[in-house]
């Protein structure tokens, strides 16, 4: 009998040391939430304005991005503009270089010689009298 009173006398010592040692330990845990807690509200009075901000902002983003969309659509109108008058000089330049400008050297040569042997024949005639 004296070893089963000495064992229930230490088992409640060991509850006993137990729970004094959990009192600590539940008063920091209560602490530890009531700051959590007033954490969380502060958080929650200081995002709820940045947070509406932030809205306001993407709001404004989203009417920039329709505005530089419509934009880029009537500017897409005038770079098609461009892009085909460049198309057309091109295009001209070709015709240029192919047609004109063998026809052009062509008849820059002839009047060249038609100038030379006129001044020739001149000069000749000049020569005789």
Known sequence: MFSTGLALWSLVVLFLLLVCGM???FVQIRRTARQAEEFLKIVQL?????????????RNLNRASEQV????EKVSGTLD????AGQTV?????????VVVPKLITSAAVMTGVRVGLRTLVARLIGRR
């Open 81 to 84: 503009a461009i892009q085909e």
């Open 90 to 98: 091109r295009s001209a330049n070709r015709l240029i270089q192919q």
């Open 46 to 58: 200081e995002l709820r304005p940045a947070l509406i901000d932030l809205k306001e902002v993407i």
């Open 23 to 25: 009192i600590p330990t």
């Open 69 to 72: 969309t419509g934009g880029m």
